[in-house]
Every structure is written in C-alpha cells, then in structure tokens.
C-alpha cells in the first residue's frame, strides 16, 4: 500500500489514507496540509473544511440524554 499520490496504481499497488490509513474508500483527495500525500474521503473533506488533520477520535461534546 502507499500514501503517495504520486505513485502509480498497479495490481499489486494500492492506495491507503495518509491519516487515517484506510484502504477502501469511494473518493481518493490529495492533501493540502502534507502535499503529495492522498487521503480517503472522510479525512479530505474534514480537512478541507477545519483546515486541519481529521482526528482518530472525536470528543463527545453531549451529555447523557
């Protein structure tokens, strides 16, 4: 697998997220923040709006309902 956008895809080479390390995604995006860097979908919208590495976790900001 490979992060680099770069990098042509073969039949042995295969594509996974610089963030998140996913490897099955249904959009690959390139990065902003590390070019020459592919991210999957979730990661490369996250960062496009926050301007910022989506994190592995997000904090649960409601309480108990």
Known sequence: YTDDAATKLTDRVRRKCYNCRTTDTSTWR??????????????????????RPRPEQFPHKRGPM
Request: aromatic fraction near 4%; glycine fraction near 10%; include cysteine.
């Open 30 to 51: 390139r990065s902003n923040l590390t070019p020459g860097k592919v991210l999957c979908n979730k990661c490369g919208l996250f960062e496009r709006t926050h301007l």
